[in-house]
């Protein structure tokens, strides 16, 4: 790899090649120099009729990645998607409206009328009076079914008679117990952590961690609230053969909200004395209810409110066809079921690609628009998505943090979480999941913390993460370091940053770029990065004065990149969302590798790849 990228240089101009910045204005500091004020100000797009914010650069979605998806979610084969709906809209009129076929029937059905299916926003007037390769009702593989006690097991009675005929106390004990063990709950508290069969992947369990302190990082008037959150480790299981790392993740089992849960089982019309109640679970094949178990059938005693709690995601994705077709099984409604029938066939392909490709709708606003479909839970349960855990980065390091507590020392780890919203039906906007979940337990401990409370018990289910995470891979205890972050994506640098400032001669060998709308509302850790701080952290305001996005801090400091990126040891880390700030970066290193390495665009690309490909570019982007 060096190889080629020692050619690619070569074939340019000697004056090209980097050296460490000299003047005390530029990169060290991470102060604007002279010559990058005066380009700003020449800039375009800093011109008095252009005092808009700019609009961030449009990113794609990936939706999915393999036929085998498409079918999972349309309930077709990628050649009947196509034969049905080419997704390019020829199918529509000039004014946005589908045209009607030639030679087919259409009805006209009375929509419900709630604000449920207004907001679904269903581009429907009337319907076919016959359909068309209606996907067929998906297989059922989940089954929830009373318990009893098998026909092989004695009773209490039956086994003590039993004992005193033959007097084999211990070998009948033993199976007596065993069988009566597979009819009971585990002694799990739930509330705090998910049944042991959730598990994210041997030999990891998830492990209910204390929050030691919980406080918001964002001030008042941010557009996103962060929350920090220290946690105590000091008890997670050592038998695990892993520790956390710099730069690392833990995994974080995140539930359901409980009041969208108590909804749905509303929704379902399951009986409140059945919804803690032990019911035997049977699976006939597939990984759910587990996370990365194997695809076996199973068979476990659980409740239907922790399956809808910790195993099945109700709200972070669109819905499937598979979801419609059951809910028009069992619609009572005649008009309903004509709708989710349409939204089945290969008529309603159309209708449902938009529909599909819309905000995320939640499985209860599904059931409140159609009032009259109440399916079974298992078979719901058989078609939704699993839910899935979350990736969390440290924000410290976690070597170095440890605190006096109740007379012995305990081990906590820090992360940050943005709260992610998406627009709903009836509040406007929900939380997601994972960090709806953060937010809940945040709030949770500060307002106990304001009544004076001392012990307080709120918890995060966690592991240590599996995710093979490159920041913790690539990190470095010498040489020179470049951090590019903007909101979040910051955190876990300040770990990199507390690690390489105990280190002597570092404090010249690490910069950060820090990106954020206002440092009044949303810096991140202002303070808290150690010695130094003021010289080694620069931050980049979008929203404040002339507004600068962190890619263009980028360019103004691209005598300091390329002294780093060509440097034997040197590496350039980028951490952040994917849209706008992810590619924006990009974009700007490509243009400093063109500007300081005499490149052209392509070969400045290849330059960064075959960097990323030797471990000196590396970039963790959502």
Known sequence: MAAQVDRIMAQHSANSIPEEPQLPSMAPSLTYSESSEHSESEDPRQSDDMEQPRRRRASTVLIVKSPADIQRITGETTTQLVQRCCGGGCCLTSDGKRVKKQGIEYERVKFPDNDAYRALNLEIEEVP?????????????AFLQPLRRPSNVPSPTESTAALNTDGNTTSATTDLEKSVQKLALEDLDTKIQPPSFVQPHPPHHVFPARIHTARELTGQGAEKRTFHFDIDVTNYPEDEGVDFKVGGAIGVSAPNEESMVEELLDLLLVPRFL????????TTKGRWPTVWGEDQARELVTTRRDLLTWCSDIQSYPPTKQLLRILAEFATNEDERKILFFLCSAEGQGVFCDFRTGPHITVAQLLHAFPSARPPLDLLLSVLQPLMPRFYSLSNDPHESFLRR????????????????????RTGSRNGVGSGFFQRQALKYIEAQERGEKDIEVYIPMFKGLMANPLAKQFVSDGPMLLIGAGVGIAPFRGFVQ???????CANKVWVLQGCRDSLVDELYSGEWGVH??????????RRGQGRYVQEEVKAQADLVWYIINSVDGRVFVCGSSKGMGEGVEQALIEVAMEKGNLEHDEAKQFWELKREVGQYIAETW
């Open 499 to 505: 690690r390489r400032l105990k280190t002597a001669n």
């Open 406 to 425: 109740d007379g012995k020392q305990h081990r906590l780890i820090e992360i940050a979480v943005t709260v992610h919203t998406s627009s709903d039906w």
């Open 275 to 282: 919804r803690d109640k032990p019911v035997l679970l049977r």
């Open 129 to 141: 009076t016959v359909l068309n390769n209606i996907l067929d009702l998906p297989e059922q593989t």
């Open 533 to 542: 701080e003021d010289e080694v952290k620069r931050v980049v305001e979008s």
